[in-house]
């Protein structure tokens, strides 16, 4: 079955850098354009960022462009996510989805997130 | 960039129904599907309804999704209420390379 499964997560010191992965198995991965979303604590969901399949388009949420890149490798089936210049504000869970396609939705498949915090 | 609104919170009875809304701030509705997640205390989101108003399998028919142009809004109807219903709710729907969630809605079954 579709397995994701974030890593990466920490304490960050402010405008310090951190790369998150997911590593997914259980479907054709490189067929799947992919999702990364967060949640700060006791608040609601995020959209942060997405890349197509072949990670020919990428495209971010206003709050971390210029900051972040999201990237994958499809030999690996690995999403990554590199993030930098951090913020207070970037403290929050960070979960991997898969994103939709014509004949199934977005979001169907979420990881069980990392948790990134940023703090001196 | 468009906005979703939710209700910060919903509460009902075991048995009931509850209805969530979610109100787009500019442009139609129903120009992208909207789909709804649960989340409960502690998990993961997990998709209820897809494409405004279809469901998973797996998803009980109690679940069930709308859209109304005329107040650009969706609404998430859950019937026969029960308590492991008792969840946060986000609605969620996407424009010009942009994916929006709303601000999610607590339903309360007492």
């Known amino acids: 079955q579709v397995h994701l499964v974030e890593s990466g997560g920490g304490v960050v010191q402010p405008e310090r850098s951190l790369r998150l992965s997911c590593a997914a198995s259980?479907?054709?991965?490189?067929?799947?354009?992919m999702h990364w979303v967060r949640q700060a604590p006791g608040k609601g969901l995020e959209w942060v960022a997405v890349?197509?399949?072949?990670?020919?388009?990428?495209y971010y949420a206003d709050s971390v462009k210029g900051r972040f890149t999201i990237s994958r490798d499809n030999s690996k089936n690995i999403l990554y996510l590199q993030m930098s210049s951090l913020r207070a504000e970037d403290t929050a869970v960070y979960y991997c989805?898969?994103?939709?396609?014509?004949?199934?939705?977005?979001?169907?498949?979420w990881g069980q997130g990392t948790l990134v915090t940023v703090s001196s | 960039n468009f906005m979703l609104t939710q209700p910060h919170s919903v509460s009902t009875s075991p048995g009931m129904t509850a209805t969530i809304s979610c109100t787009r701030s500019?442009?139609?509705?129903?120009?992208?599907?909207v789909q709804w997640f649960q989340q409960r205390p502690g998990s993961v989101p997990n998709i209820v309804i897809f494409?405004?108003?279809?469901?998973p399998s797996g998803v009980p028919d109690r679940f069930s999704g709308s859209i109304d142009s005329s107040s650009n809004s969706a609404s998430l109807t859950i019937s026969r209420l029960q308590t492991e219903d008792e969840a946060d709710y986000y609605c969620?729907?996407?424009?010009?390379?942009?994916?929006?969630f709303g601000g999610g809605t607590k339903l309360t079954v007492l």
């Open positions: 890349i197509r399949f072949d990670g020919s388009n990428k």
């Open positions: 259980g479907f054709d991965f490189s067929t799947y354009g």
């Open positions: 969620q729907s996407y424009d010009n390379n942009t994916w929006v």
């Open positions: 989805a898969r994103a939709g396609g014509t004949s199934w939705p977005d979001f169907d498949y």
């Open positions: 494409e405004d108003d279809e469901r």
């Open positions: 500019s442009g139609n509705i129903a120009n992208s599907y």
